[in-house]
């Protein structure tokens, strides 16, 4: 689940929503003591089913959401009605461009995006490396350099 309670009123929602006692917890912005409050929220959020917390948090103002899958996250309702993702010519959903702006929509490319890679040896060779230098910095694996296909 992804919290972002940060103000009080929205803090105080999480609390209720976790069945935790504000008093049995340090002062919410005291940063030295976020890392009692992060291991008492990870024990409380893990002793139920993602699905189950959605049930206690829906429709409050507690700022929590449920951390999605890219899949899950394109067959998402909201994101469906707002048209956050589309299909591109390979038939993958993947998310439009951000933000939408109104008076001037971005025109999403519809061809696959390129893979991890894929152009790091170009752009290398292009910022003036030599192809010795790009092989062994990815020899080293400090950059990944695919391979452009021979077919």
Not at 7 to 16: K, V
Not at 34 to 53: D, I, L, M
Request: proline fraction near 7%.
């Amino acid at each position: 689940m992804a919290v972002g309670s940060i103000e009080g009123q929205f803090y105080r929602e999480l609390l209720r929503g976790l069945e935790i006692d504000p008093d049995s917890l340090p002062t919410q912005l005291s940063l030295d003591d976020w890392p009692q409050v992060k291991e008492t929220f990870a024990r409380k959020f893990a002793s139920r089913t993602r699905q189950e917390w959605c049930k206690v948090f829906d429709g409050t103002d507690a700022c929590v959401t449920p951390v999605l899958s890219m899949e899950e996250a394109a067959q998402n309702p909201h994101n469906r009605a707002l048209g956050t993702y589309f299909t591109d010519d390979e038939g993958e959903s993947i998310p439009g461009p951000a933000p939408v702006l109104s008076r001037s929509a971005a025109n999403p490319a519809r061809s696959s995006q390129p893979l991890v890679g894929e152009h790091t040896t170009d752009v290398l060779l292009n910022a003036g490396f030599s192809q010795q230098e790009v092989d062994a910095l990815a020899r080293d694996g400090a950059v990944l350099a695919r391979d452009k296909s021979k077919l």
